[in-house]
């Protein structure tokens, strides 16, 4: 048997690293050297040996995964995407499944349960412990995307009247439990949250003095019902490692780490884009969807727009006279509205993310929309000149120059106007801002656009 030898440089790329793990791990499972593969997956970081994991071949994630030892399995699993992790419940030995799946840290546990199909999560869950049964039903009792939903229940609690000798000694007992210990959350007997502290201000600490002299009592939290997108913006505003989570009688029931925010972030990133493009967002992988799921996310918003571009047909079909009695003017209609859709385009862009990051708030509106309006004159007077030029020097006739260079300006000072008006007037009916993006501002100006123009070349044409 061919045996495979590794030559690891030190620090190399992380990408390059996950590569050349990835072709030696699959050529040493072809080959059923399963010692070597596990050998090679030792020294690798779970995140990286997850990444490997979902590049291989199905039939070989299952085998990848086998030669972890059973820290390693949990930590890896966690990782996964959840097509994988459900991939691999399928080909796991049922003692196996409940191992891994009883020690998840509860928040991960419930992302996975959130998944797979409830057949499968009655099997699982009637396996659990009773402590584990308990902290993942309190999850599941809350609203999907609420801080309640995404909190882990692993966190390291005091009370005030603990030395910092007697929490240290708390925390030595217990800290290979929890997911976090660098802070720390100080509780009264109610379990009512009080205070915060820090471990290093812990250890610092003289050992006599109590909890309650050292903790900081000024403590920034988020309630169960808070909107998972507030709980990031929360996090990253205050730089925390993790925020606690309260109930409506403000006792402590769990904490968001900030890794549980890096997902939420790029699952939120990753809505507002496919909103904006049109295309139906439901939490799974695109790329490894099937191509009728693929047709079903995008066909509606087509729908839309085939049947409110019928309106850009009307307005031509009611104008017809003047195109026929200047036929040039039909060969700048494509520039006019194409101009106008990316002024609008832009203006939408700036103002869904300042809303998304509340660095716009809706009373700012007025301000906003003046704003993106003078933009929009800047960028029409720009760009109007620079087309009448182009269309005199195309045609030889300054009255279709400067009929396409005027309606160029009017397009783009409305689209800008309606780029940065219309997320708002979503944003204060409760909708989705991002739904007011490129399809349906661009369908919006190209209607207005022809109109515009057509009119503005029968006034000065005389038609």
């Known amino acids: ?54 590049s291989l071949p199905s039939r070989l994630q299952v085998l990848a995964f086998r030669l972890l030892s059973k820290n390693e399995a949990i930590d890896v699993y966690e990782h996964l995407a959840p097509p994988v992790q459900e991939s691999l419940l399928e080909d796991f030995k049922h003692p196996e499944v409940l191992e891994i799946f009883n020690q ?11 998944e797979l199909p409830a057949k499968v999560v009655r099997q699982l869950f009637k396996h659990l412990s009773n402590e584990e049964r308990k902290a993942t039903s309190l999850l599941l009792g809350y609203k999907p995307e609420t801080a309640g939903r995404i909190m882990t229940t692993e966190y390291v609690s005091l009370k ?37 502290l820090s471990l290093r201000n812990l ?38 490692l993790a925020v606690p989570v309260v109930d409506s009688e403000q006792r402590l029931v769990g904490i968001v780490t900030v890794d549980d925010v890096i997902d939420i972030l790029e699952e939120e990133a990753t809505e507002d884009i496919y909103t904006a493009g049109g295309v139906q967002s439901q939490g799974d992988d695109y ?9 079903r996310k995008r066909v509606v918003w087509l729908f839309i727009l085939l049947i409110t571009n019928t309106l850009t047909s009307q307005v031509i079909h009611s104008q017809e006279d003047v195109l026929q009695k200047t036929i040039t003017l039909a060969a700048f209609i494509p520039l006019l509205i194409d101009a106008g859709g990316n002024v609008g385009a832009q203006s939408s862009t700036v103002v869904i993310r300042g809303l998304n990051t509340e660095d716009v708030r809706l009373t700012q509106v007025l301000p906003v929309i003046v704003r993106e309006g003078g933009a929009g004159a800047l960028l029409g007077l720009m760009l109007g000149i620079v087309v009448t030029v182009w269309a005199y020097f195309l045609q030889g006739d300054w009255l279709v ?58 006034s000065l044409l005389g038609i």
Do not use: C, W
């Open 1 to 54: 048997m061919t045996e495979v030898t590794t030559t690891v440089r030190l620090n190399p790329d992380r990408e390059e690293l996950q590569g050349l793990v990835r072709a030696q791990i699959e050529t040493l499972l072809e080959t059923s050297q399963f010692d070597a593969a596990k050998t090679i997956l030792t020294p690798v970081q779970p995140a990286d040996i997850a990444d490997v994991i979902e």
């Open 104 to 114: 998840m840290s509860p928040d991960d546990r419930v992302r996975l349960l959130d």
């Open 160 to 196: 005030e009247d603990y030395t910092a000798s007697q929490a240290l000694d708390r925390i030595r007992h217990i800290a290979t439990s929890f997911e976090t210990i660098y802070v720390l959350y100080v509780t009264d007997e109610s379990r009512r949250l009080t205070g915060t």
């Open 203 to 240: 250890v610092m600490a003289r050992p006599e003095e109590y909890i309650a002299q050292i903790m900081v009592p000024d403590v920034v939290s988020v309630h169960t019902n808070t909107d998972q997108e507030e709980v990031a913006r929360t996090i990253q505003h205050y730089d925390f």
């Open 287 to 295: 790329f490894k969807s099937s191509l009728m799921t693929v047709a």
């Open 401 to 458: 120059a400067i009929t396409v260079g005027s309606s160029l300006f009017i397009i783009s000072l409305l689209a800008a106007f309606a780029g940065g008006g219309l997320p708002f007037l979503f944003k204060s009916m409760k909708l989705d801002p991002a739904l007011m993006s490129a399809p349906f501002i661009t369908t919006a100006v190209d209607v207005l656009g022809v109109a515009i123009y057509l009119l503005i070349a029968r």
